[in-house]
């Protein structure tokens, strides 16, 4: 156990050196102009897996796999700043890593393709999906939402140009509050994080028009 541990934090070390220059330098800025942490992400991440994986008590899920894959998920920003690539140079960068370390090809084969399908929300319910690649996506969904996805807007929309307390709300209306209605969990412990930060999101927004004396 203790090996598996300093073995992780290696990992964690090894991901944050690759995430510094894209976070400190430009990060998520060119999309919503604010210093977005990419590792920090990573963390949050990781700690949702641990979170519905020890809820989830199944012992055929493969978490020391998993628990790899979550770290290496957003690896690839480092080299790959397009969305849509970061998943496959994640994937390699993770391969590279981990047969130089020599772990068992087998291995190296399932935690790179966890890595490389987690943006692939289609995969979720589909019965054939490993339910390592559900727990990896749903944590990944779960981060950036709830409390943090009502700062998140704040914090972006205070970035435009005439920001006021209006302009916030429609942002959140836009974005945080419209997303909070999809569903898209498999997991008994997703869902039910999921409806506690759909609780939340929609409390404030009542909340917050009633302080606006929106009447309607």
Not at 73 to 89: I, L
Not at 112 to 131: F, R, V
Not at 159 to 182: A, G, I, L, P
Request: glycine share 4%; with cysteine; proline share 1%.
């Amino acid at each position: 156990m203790k090996e598996k541990m300093r073995q992780h934090k290696g990992m964690f070390q090894y991901v944050e050196e690759i995430l510094y220059s894209y976070d400190r330098k430009k990060g998520d800025k060119s999309k919503n102009k604010i210093a977005y942490d990419r590792y920090a992400h990573t963390v949050r991440v990781y700690q949702w897996m641990i979170r519905i994986s020890n809820q989830l008590k199944d012992d055929s899920l493969d978490t020391e796999s998993l628990k790899i894959a979550t770290i290496f998920h957003d690896a690839g920003y480092g080299r790959n700043e397009e969305e849509d690539g970061h998943a496959k140079a994640s994937s390699i960068l993770c391969r590279e890593y981990l047969e130089r370390r020599n772990y068992p090809q087998d291995k190296v084969d399932f935690i790179c393709y966890l890595i490389e399908e987690h943006s692939n929300k289609k995969l979720l319910h589909e019965k054939s999906t490993p339910l390592e690649l559900v727990v990896l996506m749903e944590s990944d969904m779960l981060d950036d939402t709830g409390a943090m996805g009502i700062i998140l807007d704040s914090w972006i929309a205070s970035k435009e140009e005439n920001c006021s307390f209006d302009s916030v709300c429609r942002h959140f209306e836009k974005y945080t509050y419209r997303h909070m209605k999809q569903m898209e969990f498999v997991t008994a412990p997703g869902k039910r994080f999921w409806h506690e930060k759909r609780k939340l999101v929609y409390e404030f927004l009542r909340q917050y028009k009633r302080d606006l004396g929106d009447m309607k």
